[in-house]
């Protein structure tokens, strides 16, 4: 993919940088890893081990799965994507060794605290969104057509995942919703040892939380934000809670289909409702469904985290979102 093809697509979440060439700090980054990107891959295949397993967090925008990512970097053995490794898209495995030898430390993870999908520190897991834009293409939207699947490149994204597990001697778990939801069939033909967790939250939660996520980012309830489905440009006439009820309900379908389509094991599901209240029991299920070994087993054990699904009744748009979803019950 060329740089103004890749720009275009990986500045497309923000409106204030999408009309502007990009910035000297970008270009000057696309560059250095193109230049490297031939040692990277080397590196990567080199150290690649397919046996160990590949751990993907799917489940739309604000269901939990930030902090689910956070929580199986710090209690579980795996390693990850940290926000230092964020501009070396193109060599991750190469540039994790350069700085961390093989493994991003746990002492570095940060507190809990979120900005809607993003982590603070440089140890915490970052989502890795040029990577998986360059290695997936440009799509229309986040649910690629069949040719778009067909013209991406899975033997370039499965090395580099590989290349993070062999040289980490561990799993490495991932999260990105734009790029996973929708390709979950795919990925498990490219990453054999693949393991999906689905994160469930309440329904009504997650519409009103994108609504807020999309008043606070664009400072206009009626713009897109986060996961696109196919469909999603025909909805632009709908009211906006319309909208949010039809990209959850359409990415929920996508791991619907997905569940019942791929091997028995492959798809773990969780709530978020149930990590909140219980994260000790949460993760070791989750490690078990998996295969993963738990670290840190006593702080795990003392950790308490608050549930925060706020009281609805009394939001002013909580009957429209109540209706969008057909009166469904929470």
């Known amino acids: 993919m060329n740089a103004v093809r890749f720009f275009r697509k990986v500045y497309e979440g923000d409106l204030s940088r999408l009309a502007m060439p990009p910035g000297r700090r970008d270009l000057a980054r696309y560059l250095r890893n193109r230049a490297l990107q031939p040692i990277g891959a080397r590196f990567a295949r080199q150290h690649a081990d397919p046996h160990q397993p590949v751990v993907l967090i799917v489940g739309p925008p604000r269901s939990g799965s930030t902090l689910l990512h956070t929580l199986v970097a710090r209690y579980l053995d795996v390693t990850w994507v940290p926000n230092a490794l964020a501009s070396w898209w193109m060599s991750p495995a190469w540039a994790m060794s350069r700085r961390y030898g093989r493994c991003p430390s746990v002492d570095g993870l940060d507190e809990l605290v979120f900005d809607r999908g993003r982590t603070r520190g440089p140890n915490s897991p970052h989502e890795f969104g040029w990577f998986w834009r360059l290695y997936l ?53 490219h ?140």
Do not use: C
Request: glycine fraction near 6%; aromatic fraction near 4%; hydrophobic fraction near 45%.
């Open 191 to 330: 990453l054999p040892s693949v393991r999906f967790v689905r994160v469930r939250r309440s329904l009504p939660h997650v519409v009103h939380s994108i609504l807020r996520a999309r008043r606070e980012v664009h400072g206009d309830v009626s713009r897109w934000w986060s996961v696109v489905p196919a469909n999603a440009a025909s909805w632009s006439v709908l009211d906006p809670v319309e909208q949010v009820v039809r990209q959850v309900r359409a990415i929920e379908a996508a791991l619907d289909a997905a569940e019942a389509a791929l091997p028995p094991g492959t798809l773990y599901t969780m709530t978020y409702e149930d990590l909140a209240a219980d994260p000790d029991r949460a993760l070791r299920d989750l490690a078990s469904a998996a295969g993963l070994a738990v670290r840190g087993g006593a702080d795990l054990a003392a950790l308490r985290l608050e549930i925060r699904n706020a009281d609805l009744d009394d939001h002013p748009d909580h009957a429209r979102v109540q209706r969008a979803l057909g009166g469904r019950p929470a």
């Open 137 to 189: 293409g440009a799509p229309a939207t986040d649910e690629m057509t069949p040719e778009e699947i067909a013209r991406a490149d899975w033997v370039g994204l499965a090395r580099e995942i590989h290349g993070l597990a062999g040289l980490a001697g561990r799993p490495v778990v991932l999260k990105n919703p734009n790029a996973v939801d929708f390709q979950t069939r795919p990925l498990a033909e």
